[in-house]
């Protein structure tokens, strides 16, 4: 069937405060864009095309979750993710096949195209001011070498967050994974502990709650701080200089009341982080610690943010870096996760752009290839 060059999906778009712009979905290889109407509305696009116009742009949906609808009802759509272009500049957008023929885009914030509506004379106009605000000349240049679209296989995405690092100081190498985890449920947590094999880059200042023969080893065992009730009532006065907590199991009783202190900012020791320890344990729980144990797990959004190490380190050191904490995290994962555990992959330093990582690539590294 011939398709037109250009779609018309009604919308209301004659509502107060909304308007159609021209948007364009760009095929697989971005070498060509078809046209179709979204509409704006609060600072969002929204947009619906034919879903014989992705298939012939060579999209097929990538998997399959569940979506709850306004009336109550659950029900399961097909998923892909499509680059659109709005004003010159391509984002990607996450896409729902309908099984009606219609395929309704996601909405696609205004501010990561740097534009903003203009309901009067109902246009998109750009935002220059937060443009400059947002970026400077350094970060911008560094953009440049980065395809915002493009997947990039482990090894040249390593290589390439190491050639855009612009700082002067040594920027911390990250991870960070979007997982189709839903953390409201129990088994769905995600929480677990490495030691990397080339450590983090950093000395970890390491806190011990022990006392007797368990503070004694801790002390031997090179812990920068160690105490029992009076360090609790330091901590619990605002004291936070430490990177890492440990107690001996004895000591989780009194440790406990810290939770409120210590949990919001990671630093609880937990039995399933390896950070609640038998006394005789300790010498290894601060070796492991201070010679770069990281400890990954999802925030509220069902995402981790895990760090690699430094810039400085060798393409090869951050090569196993990564390799270790991807075998872990497959390891880790939770016995009630459903459909695609990891949904996307980014490698970024502190300070610079993000790079993509293709996700069968990268899970290979662990001897996986779908999860």
Do not use: W
Not at 75 to 92: L, S
Not at 269 to 286: F, G, S
Not at 357 to 366: E, G, N, Q, R, W
């Amino acid at each position: 069937m011939a398709l037109p060059s250009k779609f018309e999906i009604p919308s209301k778009g004659n509502g107060m405060g909304t308007f159609s712009v021209t948007m364009g979905i760009g095929s697989r290889d971005l070498q060509s864009f078809r046209d179709v109407e979204a509409l704006v509305d609060t600072g969002a696009t929204f947009s619906a095309a034919p879903r014989e116009l992705l298939e012939e742009l060579g999209y097929q949906p990538t998997r399959r979750e569940e979506f709850e609808l306004g009336d109550g009802r659950v029900a399961e759509f097909d998923m892909a993710e499509v680059p659109v272009r709005i004003n010159g500049t391509v984002v990607t957008s996450l896409c729902v096949f309908r099984d009606t023929g219609v395929a309704i885009l996601g909405a696609i914030t205004l501010e990561a195209l740097l534009l903003a509506p203009d309901p009067v004379n109902r246009r998109l106009v750009p935002v220059r001011a937060l443009m400059m605000a947002q970026h400077g000349k350094k970060y911008l240049a560094a953009m440049e070498k980065v395809e915002p679209l493009r997947l990039y296989e482990p090894k040249e995405a390593v290589s390439l967050v190491k050639e855009v690092s612009f700082t002067k100081f040594d920027e911390t190498v990250e991870l960070h994974m979007r997982t189709g985890l839903d953390t409201r449920h129990a088994d769905q947590q995600l929480r677990g502990t490495i030691v990397l094999p080339h450590g983090l880059g950093k000395s970890q200042r390491v806190l011990v709650f022990a006392e007797g023969e368990g503070a004694r080893l801790a002390e031997q065992a090179g812990a920068d701080i160690v105490g029992a009730d009076d360090l609790i009532k330091k901590v619990e006065g605002g004291f936070l200089e430490f990177e890492v907590a440990l107690a001996t199991k004895e000591m989780m009783g009194k440790v406990g009341r810290l939770g409120r202190v210590l949990g919001p900012r990671g630093l609880m020791p937990n039995p399933r982080t390896n950070t609640v320890v038998e006394a005789e344990d300790l010498p290894r729980a601060i070796r492991d610690s201070k010679q770069g144990r990281v400890e990954f797990r999802t925030d509220r959004t069902n995402i981790v943010h895990v760090p690699l190490g430094k810039v400085s380190f060798s393409e090869e050191a951050l090569m196993e870096n990564l390799s270790s904490l991807i075998g872990a995290i497959v390891r880790e994962k939770p016995s009630g996760a459903k459909g695609q555990y990891v949904r996307s992959m980014t490698l970024t330093t502190t300070m610079g752009p993000a790079v993509r990582l293709d996700i069968p690539a990268t899970l290979s590294l662990s001897g996986a290839t779908t999860v």
